[in-house]
């Protein structure tokens, strides 16, 4: 073997040889290297975010989550501020707005003793002048006369579908079927209000106040709008224009 090494032609053979090998390697490494920067530049194409971006938008989100939890953590703090009386049969009725500053009211089903809301009393909101909204929940059965008298900015009512007493149309406060006409919202958009026939009261102070409103359109006739039980406090709406035998255009 060793003969074989000693010839200069064997060798010149081996030199060769290995000089092939060694720019294969370099080859393959370049061709690897660029295959490498190819991918890496094809997952730039993604603009995966970042790990700051992902922690930023993490944050974010933890964020607008505490700002909720911290509004509904609010809402029922104030909703305690309400002031109740004890029915002492395991409910009480609501009998006036206390320490709540709120514009959204959203009366619980419960209070802070675990008694069910039943009730609102006479006049328990009267002149709550920065009331935009009242949510009432299935739980009331009974709402006393002028509950929301002097709500001047009152723009709407909200009840709760499972509650089998009382609903609202329009924003508007009614008895479940429709029949009373319990509280026009004071500051409710328009100028003009569609009263539906089926209306056969207009309950205590339910017109108390009113703003916007100057005009009732009826679909019945005089003497049929005119059979409709106005209770006192009501001289806003004894004021108000009313067109009779509307009929709405198409």
């Known amino acids: 073997m060793q003969k074989l090494f000693e010839n200069p032609k064997t060798k010149v053979i081996v030199i060769s040889a290995a000089s092939f090998l060694a720019l294969a390697v370099i080859?393959?490494?370049?061709?690897?290297?660029s295959v490498a920067k190819s991918r890496?530049?094809?997952?730039?194409?993604?603009?995966?975010?970042?790990?700051?971006?992902?922690?930023?938008?993490?944050a974010e989100k933890?964020?607008?989550?505490?700002?909720?939890?911290?509004?509904?953590?609010e809402k029922e703090e104030q909703v305690?501020?309400?002031l109740f009386e004890s029915n002492n049969d395991g409910t009480c009725t609501v009998i006036g707005i206390g320490d709540y500053e709120d514009s959204e009211l959203i009366i619980p089903a419960e209070?802070?003793?675990g008694e069910t809301v039943a009730a609102i009393s006479d006049g328990a909101f009267e002149g709550c002048e920065f009331l935009e909204s009242i949510t009432i929940p299935a739980t009331v059965k009974s709402i006393g006369s002028g509950a929301f008298s002097g709500c001047s900015s009152l723009e709407s009512f909200t009840v709760s579908s499972q509650n089998t007493k009382y609903c609202a149309v329009g924003g508007v406060?009614?008895?479940?079927?429709k029949t009373t006409l319990i509280c026009y919202p004071a500051s409710r958009v328009g100028k003009s209000y569609l009263l539906s026939t089926n209306v056969k009261t207009i309950a205590e102070y339910a017109f108390d106040g009113v703003q916007n409103l100057t005009t009732i359109l009826y679909e019945g006739s005089t003497s049929k709008f005119h059979s409709i039980?106005?209770?006192?406090?009501?001289?806003?709406?004894s004021d108000l224009s009313v067109t009779c035998n509307y009929v709405a255009a198409k």
């Open 80 to 82: 305690d501020l309400l």
């Open 62 to 73: 933890t964020e607008s989550t505490k700002k909720t939890q911290n509004t509904t953590k």
């Open 111 to 113: 209070n802070a003793a």
């Open 40 to 58: 890496d530049n094809d997952s730039d194409d993604f603009d995966e975010p970042k790990d700051d971006e992902l922690v930023g938008a993490f």
């Open 173 to 177: 406060l009614f008895n479940k079927n």
């Open 27 to 33: 080859i393959v490494t370049i061709a690897c290297f």
């Open 229 to 237: 039980e106005v209770e006192s406090g009501n001289r806003d709406f």
